[in-house]
């Protein structure tokens, strides 16, 4: 099953919810904390789905070869269009491998310029159990806009391949598609499912002709065995490779060069007999042209494949980028060190764990982490002054909470690298207030955030959105946590190398609550039904720093669309123009015949869309007098108080404009000026008073802002 890292999480991210009739809605005000899980139970990574799980549903209708369904509804920002039908939801297990890309240039066969979008996906023939077990392809024509254009489906891309079903479909589009999986078989003898990672490419490349594709040879690990099956002479002597993000790219001497993740994964049985546990491999390989020629892989010149040491870094998830000098990096959630594989992972445990290579893969950095604190300077304590959590109520009094902040990622992460070798991660970042084996969730940090890392620089942190539920006027639900985690968050570049984000959050106003899990069988892991959600998406064109006001692309209160997927190239023809276009996949489970008490959405028959997206705001249009976050502005309390020798002096600003701030003694007398010069609204500001030159006391500190002032009190003790 998908993300078994989180499962629990959403349910608890959902205490007290039963079922969405007889919620009562109300427009958001200050509300107590609600405490969440801090732990994300991750079961035994299995990648495959077992024969345990209950029938699912069969769409009755077979969609002919070479023929797309054109079911298209349209936003303000997006046109979305259904492309394909799955027999169940396990489309694209891993948001980090890829499912869809977009490529725009002279076609490989006939050098005519082309614009295609490309999605890999598992369609509608089913294995015993009604698990999708073949992979396809379709292509649509963009060159006029997705609604217009051709589509065109795909025979089976498996059809030949030794095995019962494709898993994990990526897609990477160069001058011709590269549609990438792993072929499964039965189980070997000691349990495991073996499985082989393939890469095939179209010989009419796109359109019409796409349907003509390599032969299934090109398995991407002939040659080559995992040194612990080698080992072992009792496990089946093949290889159980799954769960691969791949990156394509074509250098400047016209090679391509491949670069891979995929996941050796060994059974209970042999973890507990023989002492072995799942481990990654990264694979390489170039090809003049992989169409006739095949691919040349890294251990026929010497460079085997390089082994993630589970005891150097724990990476249960990881998604991988390469630029076509052979600059790459590898990155997913995670953590340095080893982490039993039968335990569960803590999100305040959790970060950005990265490797980087220079060289198309062959050779690695040492593995490392980005600190929440140390590296992107998120705030690690919190004062009741800030009064950004409300704990208890008692009478007529208000308790706030005080104490370190909880901080963390969930595993919904997308990396990209540019040609300049800098490394984009968006994350969705989880922040607020420590409890007992759980936490209460703030605004402040969390949401979805770019970690973007120039080559040879320090690590910087940008806000791309807040989460939805915060905003003056949202709409919430009691007994439900105001806020969606699961945000299955992309990135993307166009041409000009400015950035686009999606996402998926819950709505500002008719927000609805599914009754059905997403990712897991209700009789198996309990209820983690949670809020219905739109797909949203921003654009920056300052390399990340400043983002516009999300635009909503699907804006549909009753559907969920669920399993995300962005295409990593945009679109923007001129550097201002309509601020670029974007491309998405995504699903929709047919609910009308399943039932909430045993179906999750994965077990139900699932449409795949495609979506395509502008009009987006305007970069850094954060002047909207109609988004204010619920909790208190101006002039903070600060921290800590009494002082000795510095103390911290917060503010954030309504509006935008000019501000003073000011300290005074006793005596009226300035002794210090923090702040002067221009704010912007909505964003927090946090300045150092340091009063080592100072004699003990009573000090003011007063803001100056749009024509108002504000004082306050500290005190200074030594």
Same mark, same amino acid.
């Given at each position: ?29 200050? +509300?107590q ?40 509804? $349209? ?19 891993n ?7 977009r ?44 609604? *217009?254009?051709?589509?065109? +489906? ?9 095995? =019962? ?34 890469t095939?490419? $179209? ?49 400047? *001497? ?69 630029n ?15 982490h ?19 060289d ?22 919190i ?25 963390? +990622?969930n ?75 699961d ?6 570049m ?12 819950r ?27 739109? =797909?949203?998406?921003?654009?920056? !064109?300052?390399?990340?720093?400043n ?91 600060n ?14 600003p ?18 210090a000026?923090?702040? %002067? ?28 802002? %749009?024509?108002?002032?504000? !004082? ?7």
């Open positions: 099953m998908r993300r078994f890292m989180y499962v629990l999480f959403i349910a608890m991210l959902s205490v007290g919810l039963l079922l969405a009739e007889g919620r009562k809605i109300n427009r958001q005000v200050a +509300t904390g609600k405490k969440l899980s801090a732990k994300a139970p991750m079961g035994k990574l299995f990648p495959v789905e077992t024969n345990a799980m209950k029938p699912y549903a069969v769409y009755p209708v077979q969609q002919p070869v070479g023929q797309a369904p054109k079911t298209i509804y $349209s936003t303000d920002p997006a046109t979305n269009r259904q492309v394909a039908t799955s027999a169940n939801g396990y489309g694209w297990l948001s980090n491998v890829r499912s869809i890309d490529y725009a240039g002279p076609d490989a066969d006939t050098g005519d310029p082309i614009d295609f979008v490309a999605i890999a996906y598992r369609g509608t023939e089913s294995d015993d159990n009604g698990s999708a077990k073949d992979i396809r392809d379709c292509e649509v024509d963009v060159s006029a806009g997705l609604a *217009s254009g051709t589509a065109y +489906t795909s025979d089976k891309l498996n059809d030949g391949i030794d095995g =019962i079903g494709g898993r994990y479909p990526c897609m990477v589009a160069l001058d011709r598609p590269f549609p990438s999986f792993n072929q499964y078989k039965e189980s070997s003898t000691t349990g495991a499912a073996i499985s082989h990672p393939y095939i490419c $179209s010989y009419g490349t796109y359109g019409d002709n796409g349907n003509v594709w390599t032969t299934p040879d090109y398995q991407m690990d002939v040659g080559w065995l995992a040194p612990t099956i080698q080992n072992n002479p009792q496990m089946t002597q093949e290889n159980r490779l799954w769960n691969g993000p791949v990156a394509i790219v074509k250098d400047g *001497s016209g090679e391509y060069r491949y670069l891979s993740v995929y996941e050796e994964w060994y059974s209970d049985q042999e973890r507990q007999l023989l002492g072995v546990q799942s481990e990654k491999y990264i694979f390489t390989a170039h090809s003049d042209d992989p169409t006739n020629n095949g691919w040349t892989f890294g251990w026929d010149e010497g460079f085997e494949p390089v082994r993630i040491d589970t005891h150097t870094v724990s990476l249960p998830r990881c998604g991988v980028s390469m076509s000098d052979g600059f790459g990096v590898i990155a997913g959630p995670g953590h340095l060190g080893w039993n594989p039968d335990s569960g992972y803590y999100y305040n445990k959790t970060r950005i764990t990265y490797a980087i290579t220079e198309y893969g062959h050779t690695w950095s040492q593995w490392d982490t980005v600190g929440l604190v140390e590296d992107l300077g998120f705030q690690n304590y004062y009741a002054s800030e009064k950004l959590i409300i704990t208890n109520i008692v009478g007529n009094d208000t308790i706030w909470y005080q104490g370190p902040a909880f901080l963390g +990622t595993f919904d992460m997308s990396v990209l690298v540019d040609d300049n070798k800098t490394i984009y991660v968006v994350f969705n970042s989880l922040w607020g207030g420590e409890g007992t084996d759980g936490w209460y969730p703030s605004y402040k940090y969390s949401g979805v955030w770019l970690a973007k890392k120039p080559y040879g620089g320090s690590w910087e942190a940008h806000r791309i959105a807040y989460n939805n539920g915060i905003w003056q006027g949202d709409d919430i639900i009691e007994g439900m946590s105001n806020y969606f985690f945000s299955e968050c992309q990135i993307s166009d041409e000009q190398g400015h950035l686009y984000a999606a996402w998926l959050d709505r500002h106003n008719d927000v609805q609550v599914s009754q059905f899990n997403r990712y897991s069988d209700p009789e198996t892991y309990g209820s983690d039904a949670t809020f219905k959600t739109d =797909i949203y998406a921003s654009h920056s !064109i300052d390399g990340g720093v983002w516009s006001d999300p635009i909503n692309c699907t804006d549909s209160p009753a559907l969920d669309e669920y399993e995300l997927n962005m295409s990593k190239s945009s679109a923007n023809s001129d550097v201002r123009g309509n601020y670029g276009k974007i491309w998405y996949a995504y699903c929709l489970a047919d609910t009308a015949n399943g039932d909430p008490a045993k179906d999750a959405y994965i077990e139900l028959t699932n449409f795949d869309y495609i979506g395509e997206a502008s009009n987006f705001n305007e970069p850094a249009a954060i002047d909207n007098d109609g988004n204010t976050i619920v909790t208190n502005y101006g002039l903070q309390q921290y800590p108080n009494p002082f000795n020798p510095a103390t911290t002096i917060e503010f954030t309504q509006k935008s404009g000019k501000a003073k701030l000011i300290v005074y003694n006793a005596a009226g007398q300035q002794v000026t923090l702040f %002067n010069g221009q704010v912007q609204k909505n964003t927090p500001y946090r300045l150092t008073f340091d009063g080592s030159n100072m004699a003990s006391g009573i000090y003011f500190y007063k803001l100056q802002m %749009n024509n108002k002032t504000e !004082i306050k009190k500290m005190v200074l003790i030594k």
